[in-house]
């Protein structure tokens, strides 16, 4: 049993689907060419009629096939016997594709390959390799630039030119287009017909149309498919809708892992789950996160002839509003304005855990960690005496 595994060998085929038995052929070039499972030889038997077709290997520069021979006999009452070659394989390209062959009443047909000679792009029967060969390089080249609907048009404009070649009228041609690894995009028959080839997202054939759009042919696809599950995933939202008295406090939006599956890939089921955050997590995070009162006030500094007062309100969830007026007081030329003056003093929660300093447009401020507001002019010189004013200032939440 390994030795005839080893080797070509012959099929006898008891009927359309059935091989009794595979007998070595001694063919030593396609052994030490490892070619052990090609059938150079075919025996199909019908009662007591029988045929063999043996495909012959008989150019040694190569181990590409070049011939098909049929061998016939017909029992009683006819006792009739024939050979005869049904088909030549003339002419192969540099990688071993086939260019040409002929049947038995010598027509020739000719194929062009494409795709940097990977897949076949036409079918040109009754011309030989030899005389068309020069008509053959666009479309050729065609091929080899279709990446994009843009340039697979190109190409079938190409094949179009070809066929409408005054060389080529006698010629029965048929031509496809592909996308590689895919399959056939395009067929065109030797009518011209046009037959489109449809995939789906999982590169399947979907249906076969014609150049108008008309469904020649469609396949279902039942089978279950692939389920991707989303992780875990979190992200905190701080609660902004406790007022202008109440600091929001931090809650965690939790997606569970599972909550959501899809059948294209995992990224998609997480990006759903990323979505559910990005939708959901503010609203869930204002219904149930915490809202903290703030006990804070202003005492004006009057140890300087300041005057006044204010409040403390948060602004955003981010930021305190301190808005408040005073009365620079009948000394005031004489307080260093131009290097910084304490006009109060923040009591309560709302001082900042780290200095913060800033301009809002008419003073320079500074809120410091014991909850001293220093203001410093824009132009250097002191305020008048007995002169008031009203700032608005904003300094981080910590």
Known sequence: MSAIRSQPFLMEKLSPHKYLMQIPVDDQRLFNANMVSVPVSVISKGGEDYSEFTTKFDNTSHLNPTSVVETSQVQPPNYTWDTKTVINYTTYDNKGNLLEYKNSGSVPTTIVWGYHQTLPIAKIEGASYASISQFLQDISDKSDADIDATSEQALINALDVLRKRPEMSNYQI??????????????IPPSGIREQYVYDSSNRLQRIIDINGKILKENKYNYSPTTFYSSLQSKPFTRNNCGSNSIGGMYNYIVPA???????????????????INTNGQNAANTNGTCTPIYCSLSMNSSVGISGGGSISVYSSTHYKL???????????????????????????CKPITEYSSFNGQVYYTVQTNGDVILKTQTGSALPNNTSYNYEIYFPIN
């Open 323 to 349: 808005s408040f007026g005073f009365s620079s007081g009948s000394n005031s030329t004489n307080l260093p304005w131009t290097t910084g003056v304490k006009v109060a003093t923040i009591l309560g929660t």
């Open 174 to 187: 048929t031509s496809y287009t592909y996308n590689p690894l895919i399959g056939v995009t395009n067929i």
């Open 258 to 276: 599972g909550q959501y599956t899809s059948i294209i890939d995992q990224p998609d089921a997480e990006q759903k789950a990323l979505n559910d």
